[in-house]
């Protein structure tokens, strides 16, 4: 079924790809536990079917892996995957910071594999960055091309390099932010409101790493070679992982 859409992964990426994707695509998104599909299920409003048996992927035509950036644990889904899909069928990735030719060979189908970058919150972000190990065959590209577009998204193919182009640029600004922050005393409503009145950004910047998860920001500027900041790594330390801990720069409700 060349209409039916997996997404394995349950978190702000994947749920965010699914409610997307429902528009156009039948959706079945895989959990890994029962907890996991009882919080995405809210989130989705039945708008996609959700499952813990990965064999519930098998009849999918193209599966999104939406899983955190950790090496072992991708090659541990796409292991399990290998049994289960068809052989033409193909296997896209959300990740920004890890190799894509390295997950294509863990993989086992590197012609059928890509890199399908989506940005958070997935509904309103219009940009996906793709991006191909060699091997990809034409199939493949035109597929997760025609993909970006049922979703109703702008593609731009980069190159297979840390961080692409977005993430490449954003994270030394935001990193640099939380700098100018040690070193001046300025806080942090202060210079995100400098930066969405002076700059027309839409979010600043310190809001903007709250937003994104603080331990995310550090794994992703440390697989692009970024100077991660120490007031970022004492945050992490204390617990203060931003809005989804309730407080990093900011305090939330």
Not at 44 to 69: F, H, Q, S, W
Not at 235 to 248: D, H, N, T, V
């Amino acid at each position: 079924m060349a209409d039916l859409l997996g997404i394995a992964g349950t978190g702000a990426v994947g749920s965010g790809l699914a409610r997307a994707a429902a528009g156009s695509h039948e959706v079945v998104v895989w959990a890994r536990s029962n907890g996991s599909a009882g919080r995405v299920r809210d989130r989705l409003e039945d708008r996609a079917r959700v499952v813990t048996d990965l064999d519930e992927l098998g009849a999918c035509g193209v599966v999104v892996e939406a899983i955190a950036e950790r090496p072992a644990a991708k090659r541990a889904l796409y292991g399990r995957l290998a049994s289960v899909l068809s052989d033409d069928a193909m296997i896209a990735t959300t990740t920004s910071s890890l190799s894509v030719a390295e997950l294509a060979a863990a993989s086992g189908r590197p012609d059928r594999f890509g890199a399908l970058h989506v940005f958070n919150p997935v509904e309103k972000m219009e940009l996906v960055e793709l991006s191909f190990p060699d091997a990809a065959s034409a199939r493949t590209r035109r597929r997760l091309r025609a993909l970006c577009e049922a979703l109703g998204k702008t593609a731009v193919e980069v190159p297979d390099s840390a961080g692409f182009v977005v993430n490449k640029l954003l994270f030394p600004y935001l990193f640099d932010a939380v700098r100018l922050l040690e070193r001046n005393g300025l806080d942090a409503g202060s210079i995100d409101t400098c930066m969405k009145l002076g700059a027309g950004h839409p979010m600043g910047p310190l809001a903007l790493l709250d937003f994104v998860g603080l331990d995310v920001a550090a794994a992703i500027g440390e697989s692009i070679g970024a100077d991660v900041p120490g007031r970022l790594r004492d945050l992490i330390a204390q617990g203060k992982l931003g809005r989804k801990a309730g407080e990093g720069f900011y305090r939330y409700g």
